[in-house]
């Protein structure tokens, strides 16, 4: 059950939150800097590459290989990248601490000395990456590492010539780990300091050309930490108000660049591990129809309950979860919702809900209108809400930044405001009315 008195009740809400995720998310942006300014210590500055690598390849699991793909997309293919994840598990690693030690990556058999791999990872220890450096040493690839200091990752580095790229942890509390002790959680900031090292690599040899997007994008890292802070009340808060709204729903997030899909992507995962709440993501324009049948299905708008009284007392109706599309684009304003048939818009019942960021800069890389109108015009016809995330920043990795962090927060509040989570005396709730 959903408490959303809990999001403007703020010593309840430091009480839910013991693993301190808002306190980390608040940091991104100085996560960012530090990741940036620890690279530069390590010996990024001093880095005189010969060349661009022919192609790159980027190691890890979980958020590192998430962080690969924002890589990929932020490479806007100048230089092929490929992401290796995972490729098979060994059982017979008797030691292991935890289960990701017993994950194994392989090098593709096409990798050679103009190649360039990059490995990612938030604890350093796992034995498949240390191999997976090994391999490609064999081939006479380049290694750099993004892992904590003196881990074997950051050795492994240092003897195959490589050069290792410091990661910071935070250290937080969870109380939720439970049972699953073997599988080790990543904190929400660890997205941003394992790309920005990357990002900044990237443009020391040449991939990217603007050295200022990472400044800017830990700029805008901090301006929705503050519009999203956990002292703003609901109406004012977007995350507070984009978690509310994703209640007792199954959000079907349509992205419709590569961009904005490593934003829902990342949702995706924040939703399921911060909120233990299902979401399922597609792109723009594939969605409409292979998400088609979804809108059309139990999950969607019943016609009769729709037709039924709408004075009705509702609350001994049962709880029923129900459809909600969520647009991610990048846009210098909201598109109309415009009906395909007629042209026009529909009435004001029929209009989607504003999204949180209504002010999007006019210097930001038009999407296409007709794809979003027919997203639009598709939830209409089959009565689903939809709400919309736009950022009109031309920058891809200052978007990126803009809208991973209002989900990343409205996926926190989401777990924090939910059943079970808040540890609230008996009595202490506000009365109703």
Known sequence: MFEEWVLDDPDTLARADASGALLDLASAGATVRNAV???????????RPEGRPRAVLVAGHGTAALAGEAFAVLMGGACPVSVLRPSGSDDSVARAIDFTSGLLWSVPGWAGPSDLLVVLSTTG???????????????GCTVVVVAPVDSPLSEAALQTRGLPLPYVCAVL???????DRDLPRDTPSSFWGLLAPAVALAHRIGLVSTP??????????????????????????????????????????????????????????????????????????????????????????????????????????????????????????????????????PSGEARPEQPPFAEPESNGPLTSRRTLARARALATDHRITLSELASGHADSLEAMAELVAL???????????????????????????
Request: charged share 25%; with cysteine; aromatic share 4%.
């Open 37 to 47: 300014r620890l690279a530069g210590e390590a010996g990024l500055d001093r880095l």
């Open 125 to 139: 220890g796992e034995p498949g990456l240390v191999s997976l450096i090994e391999q490609a040493y064999v081939r």
């Open 173 to 179: 509390g969870d109380e939720r780990i439970g049972r």
């Open 212 to 345: 200022s997007s990472l400044t800017a994008a830990a700029d805008r890292l901090d301006e929705v930490a503050v519009r999203c802070r956990p002292g703003a009340e609901t109406y004012g808060n977007p995350a507070k108000t984009l978690a509310v709204q994703l209640d007792g729903v199954l959000p079907l997030l349509w992205s419709d660049s590569p961009c904005t899909e490593v934003a829902a992507r990342r949702f995706v995962q924040m939703l399921t591990d911060q909120a233990g709440r299902p979401a399922l993501q597609g792109t723009l324009p594939e969605a409409l129809t292979t998400q088609r049948g979804l809108l059309a299905g139990h999950l969607a708008a019943d016609e009769e309950e729709l037709a039924d009284d709408f004075f009705r007392d509702r609350t001994e109706e049962p709880d029923t979860l129900r459809l909600k599309v969520l647009l991610l684009h990048r846009s210098e304003q909201p598109d109309r919702l415009v009906d395909q048939r007629t042209g026009e818009e």
């Open 407 to 433: 989900t990343d927060f409205a996926a926190v509040y989401l777990g924090l405001a939910s059943s079970g989570t808040a540890d609230v005396p008996a009595g202490t709730a506000p009365l109703d009315g």
